[in-house]
């Protein structure tokens, strides 16, 4: 019995680490030329614009589809700070955006769920 109690502990530990969610995987970018259609400023200022271009940068992505419409908020080119809003493209303006997300596992309320991360920001800004 003593020969088998650290085989034991070992193999607990090694399916009790291999049974962890895994919280996120890596980021996938899309490049998208979009046309700024309007200026939302409720519920918090976000940008309308439709999807004129768009391609993938690996084929796993999920991109939105071309024609489609998309709120976002602009960031920075490195996605550390939204652009101040008088930076922002006006109505009728086409610009490119990256389009950058992270799918993982959340925790809130006690609870963990599926979730996305999402950045958009202007790189040509």
Excluded at 62 to 81: H, L, N, V, W
Excluded at 90 to 110: A, M, N, P, S, T
Aim: glycine letters at 4%.
């Amino acid at each position: 019995m003593k020969n088998q109690a650290p085989c034991y502990v070992l193999l607990t530990a090694l399916l009790s680490t291999l049974s962890q969610p895994v919280l996120a995987s890596s980021w996938q970018v899309c490049s998208m030329e979009l046309r700024v259609t309007d200026t939302v400023t409720k519920p918090y200022p976000q940008l309308r614009a439709k999807i004129l271009k768009v391609s993938a940068k690996t084929a796993t992505v999920i991109c939105p589809e071309r024609g489609a419409t998309i709120m976002f908020t602009p960031e920075t080119s490195d996605y550390q700070a939204v652009l101040p809003r008088r930076t922002w493209p006006q109505e009728g303006q086409v610009v490119g955006v990256d389009y950058r997300y992270l799918d993982g596992i959340c925790k809130g309320d006690g609870k963990d769920y599926p979730c996305r991360i999402k950045h958009y920001s202007l790189p040509r800004h």
